[in-house]
């Protein structure tokens, strides 16, 4: 059965550091792959996606995400997180061939401490 | 604002209640989806329709009705809901059709439902 999980379910980044949350899928093909961001009370942003080619996707607020087939993954990166980032984050892939609902991971919600 | 409206933004309604759910998109696209966003719990595909057709129904109780009457317009018609039916009830759109490539999912902020 295709899947989707985040490992994650809390992950905790001083502002000015780092980010990486971590995504890995399961499907038969190579998906289509997308990271969402939603802010409390909202809808869901799309941030990046993944189709063919260059593995490594560039994003909207400076965030990239890169496609490793070899281990399942597409983790999503940030060099230097802001206050403005705190939302949670969703992975969601799909398997393509026409309109198809997206299958979400669980989320990780990103927390920035001053 | 992503182009994809829900009204209303909150709904609280008793078990007997019966209520609709209304998603409009401005986006020119043709393919329409409800989802379910439970706390703990994954976003839940409910329904897809491609061209105003409903091409899945994810095992969804009859007491969810969708209705698309055309390309623009999707509604989640609502009876006898149970306590735990209580969610954030999402809308999307793409551009749908047989190739999908690069037309990714855009979503309206949510209809919060509490069933009392």
């Known amino acids: 059965a295709q899947s989707v999980t985040q490992p994650d379910i809390h992950i905790t980044v001083s502002e000015g550091a780092s980010l990486e949350l971590r995504c890995n899928y399961s499907y038969g093909a190579t998906p289509y792959l997308f990271w969402y961001v939603q802010s409390p009370g909202q809808g869901l942003q799309l941030l990046l996606k993944y189709f063919s080619g260059d593995t490594l996707v560039q994003g909207i607020k400076g965030f990239e995400a890169e496609f490793k087939r070899s281990q399942s993954s597409f983790n999503l990166r940030k060099p230097s997180v802001h206050w403005s980032d705190a939302a949670e984050y969703f992975c969601?892939?799909?398997?393509?061939?026409?309109?198809?609902?997206?299958?979400f991971g669980k989320g990780t919600h990103l927390i920035i401490q001053p | 604002e992503t182009g994809v409206t829900q009204t209303p933004r909150h709904l609280v309604m008793g078990m007997t209640n019966k209520k609709s759910l209304k998603c409009e998109q401005h986006?020119?696209?043709?393919?329409m989806y409800w989802y379910k966003q439970s706390a703990k719990k994954p976003l839940e595909l409910m329904f897809v329709y491609n061209f105003k057709e409903q091409t899945e129904n994810n095992s969804v109780p009859s007491r969810f009705s969708p209705e698309c009457p055309n390309s623009s317009h999707l509604f989640l018609h609502l009876h006898t809901l149970q306590p735990e039916d209580s969610a954030l009830y999402l809308c999307?759109?793409?551009?749908?059709?047989?190739?999908?490539?690069?037309?990714?999912?855009?979503f309206g902020d949510g209809t919060r439902l509490s069933i009392l």
């Open positions: 969601a892939g799909d398997s393509g061939g026409g309109a198809d609902g997206l299958t």
């Open positions: 986006l020119g696209h043709n393919a």
């Open positions: 999307a759109s793409s551009q749908g059709g047989l190739d999908t490539t690069n037309q990714p999912q855009h």
